[in-house]
Nanobody, 120 residues
Framework: QVHLVESGGGLVQAGGSLRLSCATS????????MGWYRQAPGNQRELVAH???????NYADSVKGRFTISRDNAKNMVYLQMNSLKPEDAAIYYC??????????????WGQGTQVTVAS
């Protein structure tokens, strides 16, 4: 079991920056993929960025060049640095952990989400 707690959301002007943090309840060293998703009203939850154990990252096209995901295995933290924010980035942002067990089964863990609001 992994408990995830997001923080760092808030209100920011367009063009501004925010850094989201995700605190995990145990070591993330063995967790295969850590990621950030977001969901705006009326929209489906979508992948923003993820980072695998090896450090390889992947980003949604809409955030490439503006957002950076990172993980600190020593602190059991995952971060999302968001720069040049746009009104369309406004959403609830969720931290996600994907863990594959020894039998190949996948378990998804989710945080409660943190609201990001971007004023134009």
């Amino acid at each position: 079991q992994v408990h995830l707690v997001e923080s760092g959301g808030g209100l920011v002007q367009a063009g501004g920056s925010l850094r989201l943090s995700c605190a995990t309840s145990r070591s993330i060293f063995s967790i295969n993929v850590m990621g950030w998703y977001r969901q705006a009203p009326g929209n489906q939850r979508e992948l923003v960025a993820h980072i695998v154990r090896t450090g390889t990252t992947n980003y949604a096209d809409s955030v490439k060049g503006r957002f950076t995901i990172s993980r600190d295995n020593a602190k059991n933290m995952v971060y999302l640095q968001m720069n040049s924010l746009k009104p369309e980035d406004a959403a609830i942002y969720y931290c996600n952990a994907k863990e594959i067990n020894a039998y190949g089964g996948l378990t998804n863990y989710w945080g409660q989400g943190t609201q990001v609001t971007v004023a134009s």
